[in-house]
Nanobody, 117 residues
């Protein structure tokens, strides 16, 4: 079974940093593009970023450019999202997903990130 488990969320002050992780299992992780999506409170799920299977490129949504960095460790089957200069609008449940952009086929349980003073 495909399993995607995000962790590392928490409460952070505006301007702060946080790194969240996603442990993947049940499929050949290194062969898939992976994405982060998030769901702000009371809103629809939105795409955040995608990283290619080899980790050699990807893309992210405009609102996080220059602040968020997506990376992966294909030896450990882990996806990361380094978030810097966090803002209240970044408050959301963050999920990792298998696939690129919004065309993912699995989305795991998320981790809550709250940005507040």
């Amino acid at each position: 079974d495909v399993q995607l488990q995000a962790s590392g969320g928490g409460l952070v002050q505006p301007g702060g940093s946080l790194r969240i992780s996603c442990a993947a299992s049940g499929f050949p992780f290194s062969q898939y593009a992976m994405s982060w999506v998030r769901q702000p409170p009371g809103k629809e799920i939105e795409w955040v970023s995608t990283i290619f299977a080899g980790g050699n490129g990807g893309s992210d949504t405009g609102s996080v450019k220059g602040r968020f960095t997506t990376s992966r460790d294909n030896a450990k089957n882990i996806l990361y999202l380094q978030m810097n200069n966090l803002q209240p609008d970044d408050t959301a449940v963050y999920h990792c997903a298998r696939g690129a952009g919004t065309a993912y086929d699995y989305r795991g349980q998320g981790t809550q990130v709250t940005v507040s003073s």
